[in-house]
């Protein structure tokens, strides 16, 4: 069998014909039949079960506290449930109920320098937190904090607001975890 450039050229010109009809006949087979598809929510809610959730106005309770910290708390709060989750946000009755208060606003020295004055302070939020959930007869409080170290050179006004949206960040993650989350 003698091969000759011209029947090689037709050769190579109808496989490229044939490739370019089956070839996107074949891909989309492969991409419709063997799709694979992940959802991340973080949760572990059964939405057919639990539809609507309930958060009360966290009150700021510490006897020391900063006045804007409580708006802050109760929108982060409010926020990542509406973001991270389906359920609709209701006033009274809903099948999950968050209620609690912010009970503790401290700052502490967290060391010492040779000289015998603080190099770095710590400041601390504690929560008070009330769960239920009415679906499963689930109910729970507990108490979440977190802290956040900053240099005993500045004045807590320099960085009270920076630290206070780091410590609620935290602290609505820890509750957030703790009632809908699957850690």
């Known amino acids: 069998m003698r091969f000759t450039l011209s029947s090689l050229r037709d050769a190579h010109s109808r496989l490229q014909n044939w490739l370019m009809l089956c070839l996107p006949t074949l891909l989309t087979f492969i991409l419709v039949g063997c799709s694979v598809s992940y959802k991340f929510t973080g949760t572990n809610l059964n939405y057919d079960l639990i539809k609507t ?3 009360d106005n966290i009150a700021n309770r510490a006897p020391y506290g900063w ?26 009755n809903g099948d999950l109920h968050l209620s609690g208060e912010i009970t503790g606003y401290y700052q502490f020295n967290k060391s010492v320098a040779a000289d015998g004055y603080s190099s770095q302070v710590q400041l601390r939020v504690t929560v008070n937190i009330r769960f239920e959930n009415r679906k499963t007869n689930q109910r729970w409080e507990r108490q979440f904090s977190a802290t956040a170290p900053y240099d005993a050179n500045l004045q807590l006004s320099q960085v009270q607001e920076r ?15 703790a009632t809908v989350a699957d850690w």
């Open 53 to 55: 959730l309930q958060i």
């Open 67 to 92: 006045a804007p910290m409580q708006a802050m708390f109760n929108n982060r709060l409010q926020d990542q449930y509406v973001n991270q989750t389906r359920l609709r946000m209701v006033k009274r």
């Open 163 to 177: 630290l206070v949206t780091e410590l609620i960040r935290d602290i609505c993650d820890q509750i957030f975890n």
